[in-house]
C-alpha cells in the first residue's frame, strides 16, 4: 500500500530507521511511533519508498 502524503511516508521512513536499530526509539514522534509497533518491516518499506510526487504534504481525515 503506497502513502498517500509526503507526511505518511516521512513518518514510515523514521519507523524503519528505528525498526532496523538504526534511530532510537526514543527519538520518534507522532505518527512515526504507533507506525513502528503496529507494522511489519516489508510493510514500512512500501510505504517509504512511495514516489514522492504529485503527493500532497498532508492529507485531511
Known amino acids: 500500500m503506497p502513502a498517500k502524503s509526503r507526511a505518511q511516508q516521512k513518518a514510515a521512513g523514521a519507523a524503519l530507521s528505528a525498526k532496523r536499530g538504526e534511530t532510537p526509539k526514543s527519538e520518534l ?11 511489519s518491516e516489508k510493510q514500512l518499506e512500501e510505504f517509504a519508498s512511495t514516489k514522492t510526487k504529485g503527493k500532497p504534504q498532508h492529507v485531511s481525515k
Open 29 to 39: 514522534k507522532g505518527a512515526s511511533k504507533q507506525m513502528v509497533e503496529s507494522m
